[in-house]
């Protein structure tokens, strides 16, 4: 009987090493949502990835999209294992492929802004009838989603959408004339070249909602899950990982639920959503 017990606990330290070590050296791929162009992306998310990594043993590859509808197209076909989005997208990712938020930002509230040139004679999006308007794409949330619901909505515009793919182009194109106004969010307006962001002004705020979320597909390891998400709430609470968050932006990092993006389900914004192109 001892030499059978030795037998099946020597099987048991086996596999249990055998599954740590598998998990250990799986690479985890890690999506953001193109709110910048590719190499500011990197530049902001490889440095926390690195700590990531350190911090939980694990492995993870930045995974780049060329634009905000490709983003989706990939997260609804559950190509990424984690995943920075927006509130609308982690809705959208729960529904399509299961995703769950782990961590958000606790310190902030969401929302879109409405710019036009400085020197425009425009004060009030009512004055953007029949007028174009830039927008990344039709599903960013605050800078397109909400804004557009709240001009269609609240004050009764009828406007021609050019989306441009990013908010860097949507501040160059109001600034370039191609558009009288574009939507973006405060984070990335505040990112743009001081003579770019000068030479914009401010007209609109949307209504605030919860901000984004990183999120994780369902067919991650919960024990995965569970030493990302302490990994990522310890990484908030060291200076040089609040510095870090910041960039992204993510000013105070905490957990975080599904129940709080449901919400965003009672605002209707599926009439101004596009659904993801399949291939």
């Known amino acids: 009987m001892k030499k059978i017990a030795i037998i099946i606990l020597c099987a048991i330290s086996i596999i249990c090493t055998k599954t740590y070590a598998e998990q250990a050296e799986k690479v985890y791929s890690f999506g953001v949502v193109p709110q910048f162009e590719s190499i500011k992306i990197h530049q902001i998310w490889r440095p926390i990835l690195d700590i990531l990594e350190q911090e939980t043993g694990y492995k993870f590859n930045l995974v780049g999209s060329s634009n905000i509808s490709k983003f989706e197209q990939e997260f609804s076909q559950g190509k990424f294992d984690f995943a920075y989005m927006n509130p609308y997208h982690m809705v ?14 606790n310190g902030r509230m969401l929302y879109g802004i409405l710019v036009v040139k400085k020197d425009s004679d425009i004060t009030t999006p009512a004055q953007l009838n029949g007028q ?12 397109s989603l909400l804004m557009r619901q709240e001009l269609q909505d609240n004050f009764g515009v009828s406007f021609n959408s050019n989306y441009v793919k990013t908010h860097d182009s949507v501040y160059i194109n109001v600034l370039l004339g191609e558009a009288a106004a574009g939507g973006g969010v405060q984070k990335t307006l505040n990112n743009q070249k001081p003579q770019f962001k000068e030479a914009l002004r401010i007209i609109h705020k949307t209504q605030e909602v919860v901000p984004h979320p990183i999120a994780v597909l369902p ?6 899950v569970n030493r990302v998400r302490e990994a990522l709430l310890k990484i908030g609470g ?39 192109a399949t291939q």
């Not at 959208?92 to 930002?105: F, K, Q, S, T, W």
């Not at 067919?219 to 995965?224: A, D, I, L, N, R």
């Open 238 to 276: 060291l200076e040089q990982g609040r510095q870090l968050l910041e960039e992204i932006p993510m000013k105070k990092i905490g957990p975080a639920n599904m129940d709080e993006y449901i919400t965003l389900k009672e605002i209707d914004l599926d009439r101004f959503y596009v659904a993801p």
């Open 219 to 224: 067919s991650v390891p919960v024990e995965v």
């Open 92 to 105: 959208m990712a729960n529904d399509y492929a299961g995703y769950l938020p782990i961590v958000r930002d």
């Open 132 to 143: 174009t308007i830039a927008f990344p794409s039709p599903n960013a949330l605050g800078a």
